[in-house]
């Protein structure tokens, strides 16, 4: 029999896929959702769910032990809120206590979270154990390839993307001609795009890379893009987009894949070997 999951629902298509995989499965499950990033609609109203502030990971944690899961998967971007928006309960505030400066990147807050949840008796698995369609493999992915300019402007990209994730910054970075247009840090990679769109040069469009970060735990915050992606990249002027291979997820793959190829630019994934600092 299927262990229980516990969904703790971010924003996006991701918490609405797991639980409609969950139904399809027979898998029992419960949804933690995040007030302000999870879509009501996506999750269902007959779902067993319980809505609780980016702040009440106390509230949280009670609730997904006292419904007794096994399991538990994040998935589903979400902002990180202001100190003063974040309201935190006595489990929360007492979390960001222990952490201190660790909080300040995304990958540290998020190694913090998965051990807290272990801590509590849960198992925590990366969504692509679950949905097993969303990993992209090395290579071309749609029907278009870069050129010349294109790798390098990948290459460049790549060595830039190693760097700012070292240093738990981002996880995207858009590359022009050899020339860095922007660096994905907490804005994420629609406001990222929407800022190189005005940041543009003359000549062959630039790339989008998304990679991993070199000490990120996989199970969690994956590079991920979908077919809003491709809308944005090729409205911000870019010819491509690369992605970490088997380490990043791609959302309604068949969906992204033709849109990228209806606007005409290529979409690749980064072998380990490209992708190794």
Known sequence: MLSKLGIIAGGGELPGRLVRACRESGRPFFVLAIEGHAIAADIGPDSPQRWIRIGEAGTGIRALRDDGKHDIVMAGPV??????????????????????????????????????LEAEGFRVVGVETILHDLLPEPGPLGRLTPDEQGRADIARAVAVCRAVGALDVGQAVVVQQGIVLGVEAIE???????????LRRAGPGGVLVKLCKPQQDRRV???????????????AGLRGIAVHAGRSIIVDRPATIARADALGLFLVGIGAEEAAP
């Open 79 to 116: 902002r990180r809120p202001s100190l003063s928006d974040l309201r935190p309960d006595w489990r929360t505030a007492r979390f960001f206590a222990r952490l201190g400066f660790r909080a300040l990147g995304d990958d540290s807050l998020l190694k913090a979270l998965t051990a807290e």
């Open 188 to 198: 994420g990679t629609d406001a990222l795009l929407s800022r190189c769109a005005g």
């Open 221 to 235: 915050d994956l590079p991920t893009i979908g077919p809003q992606t491709v809308e944005n990249a090729a409205a």
